[in-house]
Nanobody, 123 residues
Framework: QVQLVESGGGLVQPGGSLRLSCAAS????????IGWFRQAPGKAREGVLC????????NYADSVKGRFTISRDNAKNTVYLQMNSLRPEDTAIYYC????????????????WGQGTQVTVSS
């Protein structure tokens, strides 16, 4: 019953923007931390941003500082990743994940994962 579904990925030109959504079901966001992760071809999955059950955010990737922001809409039970000034190196599959604890950058500390959504930044 616990499920996360990502959406909003696609093809965007360098410098463009994209907003990803992570819709949660089976639990409320007030009781979990939600992290955004990404995995580029040939690279390990890395943490990007996380929002805690209290609403605070933590950044885990220096390369996205000032460009990406995480937010949530409790009424819609959805977490968002706003991505601005996109670069080709941002190309990856983006995943959201839930953890019944504090935010963490390690993938193995999260309990539930979405299926991922592809983001491609190219001209």
């Amino acid at each position: 019953q616990v499920q996360l579904v990502e959406s909003g990925g696609g093809l965007v030109q360098p410098g463009g923007s994209l907003r990803l959504s992570c819709a949660a079901s089976g639990f409320t966001l007030n009781y979990v931390a939600i992290g955004w992760f990404r995995q580029a071809p040939g690279k390990a999955r890395e943490g990007v941003l996380c929002i805690s059950m209290g609403g605070g955010s933590t950044n885990y990737a220096d390369s996205v500082k000032g460009r990406f922001t995480i937010s949530r809409d409790n009424a819609k039970n959805t977490v968002y990743l706003q991505m601005n000034s996109l670069r080709p190196e941002d190309t990856a599959i983006y995943y959201c994940a839930a953890r019944y604890s504090q935010c963490a950058s390690e993938t193995d500390k999260y309990n539930t994962w979405g299926q991922g959504t592809q983001v491609t930044v190219s001209s």
